[in-house]
């Protein structure tokens, strides 16, 4: 599975990547002209266009936000698969640097070509990011 482009295989090596922490494979997974899409009003919201606007800037912003001295955590539940697009559900978790708990359940929808991500939408629960990992919430 590690070199397969199955898109499937292709989405899964990516989240075992950032459950681990492994940029090289994180990196690898994504389309140089690849975008991120995040709902709400938040730091990470927005489009991200670019494999390094993905990489250096939603998921760096995302990953600002949570303490690295606590356990940081990433556990798909489902992924659905059809042609070149995939579906997953995952939980993840963790504690803010603002101290407060995030547990959230996530949906992404990733289109997958030439063994690449070239979209990923996510979908959250934006106002439980706000309130656990915005030190200004209120």
């Known amino acids: 599975m590690m070199n397969s482009s199955e898109p499937r295989d292709v989405v899964r090596r990516y989240f075992e990547a950032l459950a681990s922490g492994d940029d090289e494979v994180i990196r690898d997974c994504w389309a140089e002209d690849g975008s991120c899409w995040y709902g709400g009003d938040l730091p ?14 939603f998921l ?54 030439d063994g690449r991500i070239v979209t990923m939408r996510e979908y959250a629960d934006t106002q439980h990011w706000e309130r ?7």
């Open 44 to 57: 990470i919201s927005g489009t991200w266009q670019g494999r390094d606007r993905v990489i250096n800037g």
């Open 132 to 138: 656990a990992l915005v030190a200004d919430a209120s």
């Open 60 to 113: 760096a912003t995302a990953f600002a936000h949570l303490d690295p001295d606590q356990e940081i955590g990433l556990r798909v539940t489902n992924v659905f698969g059809e042609g070149d697009q995939v579906l997953v559900e995952w939980d993840s978790w963790a504690t803010g640097k603002t101290g407060r708990a995030y547990h959230e359940k996530n949906i992404g929808a990733f289109v997958v070509r």
